[in-house]
């Protein structure tokens, strides 16, 4: 058996998660008690997860306001959770803020998660998976990963990446070996 292969036999099964849509136009409709647009993507992480036997601790909606998603990263770390997703503010524009805000508070991080994700973003829809961004790492013990918004981003990270790899990441991340 490979030392990969010996970690993920030791990893945890089953991971606590903490949820954040990052969406400042969805967060501005619910301060205002409108009704927003559905949570497509949302919805479909926590089923991915929770079909793949993992636990969805909360899922929020938040602005993409860095103070926001840095007070929101450092909650979920205090309620529990094992693995944080932030999903969406991950572009190009100037309203993009999640990675700039996640990002000086990890103790390590993941290139290769952005990598591969890119890579398999590529095979779907070509060179415009160059403006993917995407990151992951680790904050105080705690599995995080920033992801695209788009339900078929979310998907793909949950399915190929995340859901495979987030107990071996929370053992590693936490110190657990076998």
Same mark, same amino acid.
């Given at each position: 058996?490979?030392?990969?292969?010996?970690?993920?036999?030791?990893?945890?099964?089953?991971? !606590?998660?903490? @949820?954040?849509?990052?969406?400042?136009?969805?967060?501005? =409709? +619910?301060?205002e008690g409108l009704e927003p647009p559905e949570d497509i993507t949302g919805a479909l992480m926590e089923r991915l997860l929770v079909r793949a036997g993992h636990t969805v601790l909360? !899922?929020?909606? @938040?602005?993409?306001?860095?103070?926001?998603?840095?007070? =929101? +990263?450092?909650?979920?770390?205090?309620r529990g959770a094992e693995a944080v997703i932030f999903s969406g503010g991950t572009g190009i524009s100037p309203d993009d803020r999640t990675i700039e805000a996640v990002r000086p508070l990890l103790d390590k991080e993941l290139p290769g998660f952005g990598e591969l994700l890119r890579l398999l973003s590529y095979e779907r829809i070509g060179p415009a998976a160059m403006l993917t961004r995407a990151l992951a790492g680790v904050c105080r013990g705690t599995a995080v990963f920033c992801i695209p918004g788009s339900p078929d981003a979310a998907e793909l990270a949950i399915r190929k990446l995340i859901g495979p790899e987030v107990g071996h990441v929370v053992g590693h991340a936490r110190g657990r070996r076998p």
């Open positions: 058996m490979s030392v990969p292969e010996e970690h993920k036999r030791e990893a945890p099964k089953s991971v !606590r998660f903490a @949820l954040f849509i990052v969406s400042s136009s969805r967060f501005k =409709a +619910l301060q909360f !899922r929020r909606v @938040l602005p993409d306001d860095e103070d926001a998603i840095r007070e =929101a +990263l450092r909650d979920a770390i205090d």
